[in-house]
């Protein structure tokens, strides 16, 4: 049987470079940075005080004021995510295809802050008390339903916590579930929000997050450079519309591009390290070529994991050789865009997918900031689009995500033509 077609109608987004897609993109393009001394808590004490936050939002802008004071951080960015990408698609109010319209989201985490303050006030009462909506505001899958409680979406509704390739596999959930038949309209995507003690002290002691560049944190997600220490906590939500072709047409709607493949793969190899051979995590880019029955000589803009650790960016780029072959990895325009935007966990794929569009209808490759000397003996020796963004006809993107636990996945959009 023939795989139906999905297409992206419709995009939100509030990050670190700005509270719509229109913002982020102007970022982007611009090469600035998101990241910035970290104004969430006391960070003091900590080795690590810069984040890239989520700056001037206000989730009563987005949904019902006394809703969002029962959402965690991350549910809040979802929500506001979700409502711009229903408006950008024309299907606010139309309840007939709401009723149908599934949410799929990718969460790592959930409501970090939640478990943090929750764990205070515990061992404050003497272990015998602990807030009311501590449980409601946690879990990852709140994000979801609060979407669908907000703007009244009755389809399937899931929770995907692979790490940081939860917003990836989301997207690929959803188009298969779209291309199944399942369903016609989907909101798929992911949201994070991490940015507290408890969590920053979690990863510091992991070795995972940079420190050192206090004088001036702009500097300091820098993929693939040869200073690189680390990656640089990020937070926020990207969701896109994504919906059956001929759905889509019926209804007139405007089409950003289409959502071609997907493919996921394990590691099976460590805990918090990607396998350093790039062989497995190669396999999800393989899976999405081959789901997308394309050749890797037509994907011209990559946009990587780029984490800007010294064990990712290597990992990755022997994972991209493997994948498309030394001749077209070479030829490939790569860059991360978490050189700006910081790395925003279970929220990342679904962010770079939403920058794979509009690179794709703008004809743009952002550039890797920072970039200021390839490690090329670290064993990082493709074409990273160092500083400066250029621009090119680009007909197919790649977005993949690695995740701890060894998750990979990988997604394919290219342009639209009928």
Same mark, same amino acid.
């Given at each position: ?25 102007? *970022? ?34 987005? @949904? ?11 549910? $809040?960015?979802? @929500? ?80 995907? =916590? ?25 909101? *798929? ?18 070795? =995972? ?23 640089? !906590? ?43 051979? #790039?062989?497995?995590?190669?396999? @999800? ?8 029955? !394309? $050749? ?26 493997? =994948? ?31 920058? @794979? ?51 990979? #996945? ?9």
């Amino acid at each position: 049987m023939e795989k139906r077609r999905v297409v992206i109608t419709g995009m939100g987004a509030v990050t670190p470079l700005g509270n719509s897609v229109d913002e982020t993109w102007a *970022a982007v393009r611009a090469g600035k940075s998101g990241i910035a001394k970290i104004t969430h808590f006391d960070a003091a004490p900590n080795k690590v005080h810069y984040a890239a936050e989520v700056k001037n939002f206000d989730p009563a802008a987005y @949904c019902d004021g006394a809703a969002a004071r029962k959402m965690a951080r991350f549910s $809040q960015f979802a @929500c506001a995510a979700a409502k711009m990408a229903l408006d950008d698609s024309d299907l606010m109010g139309k309840q007939e295809i709401l009723d149908e319209t599934g949410c799929i989201l990718g969460v790592g985490i959930g409501g970090f802050e939640i478990t943090e303050s929750g764990c205070i006030s515990y061992y404050k009462s003497g272990c015998v008390k602990a807030p009311p909506m501590t449980i409601p505001m946690l879990i990852p899958n709140e994000a979801g339903g609060n979407i669908c409680m907000q703007f009244h979406l009755h389809g399937p509704v899931s929770s995907v =916590a692979t790490a940081c390739s939860s917003g990836t596999d989301a997207l690929g959930t959803a188009f298969d579930m779209i291309r199944s038949g399942r369903m016609d309209v989907c909101l *798929a995507g992911g949201a994070e929000s991490t940015i507290n003690g408890y969590a920053v002290v979690s990863f510091e002691v992991l070795h =995972a997050l940079s420190s050192g560049w206090d004088e001036d944190p702009t500097k300091a997600s820098r993929p693939f450079d040869k200073k690189r220490n680390g990656f640089v !906590m990020g937070e926020g939500s990207a969701i896109l519309v994504l919906e059956e072709l001929e759905h889509a047409k019926a209804r007139g709607a405007k089409i950003y591009a289409e959502l071609a493949g997907y493919g996921a793969s394990c590691d099976g190899y460590h805990l918090t390290s990607p396998d350093p051979t #790039g062989e497995i995590p190669s396999l @999800c880019l393989k899976r999405a070529l081959k789901d997308a029955g !394309m $050749q890797p000589s037509e994907i011209h803009y990559y946009n990587a994991h780029g984490t800007s650790t010294k064990i990712n960016d290597p990992s990755e780029t022997n994972m991209v050789k493997l =994948a498309f072959g030394e001749d077209a990895a070479r030829k490939l325009k790569i860059s991360s865009t978490k050189s700006m935007h910081g790395h925003c966990l279970g929220a990342t794929g679904a962010i770079e997918a939403m920058i @794979c569009v509009k690179a794709i209808n703008e004809g743009f490759v952002p550039p890797t900031i920072n970039l200021d000397e390839v490690d090329v003996e670290g064993g990082c020796d493709l074409d990273y689009t160092p500083n400066k963004g250029v621009e090119m006809n680009i007909d197919a993107a790649m977005s993949a995500t690695l995740g701890f636990g060894g998750h990979n #996945g990988a997604v394919i959009i290219r342009k639209y033509n009928d």
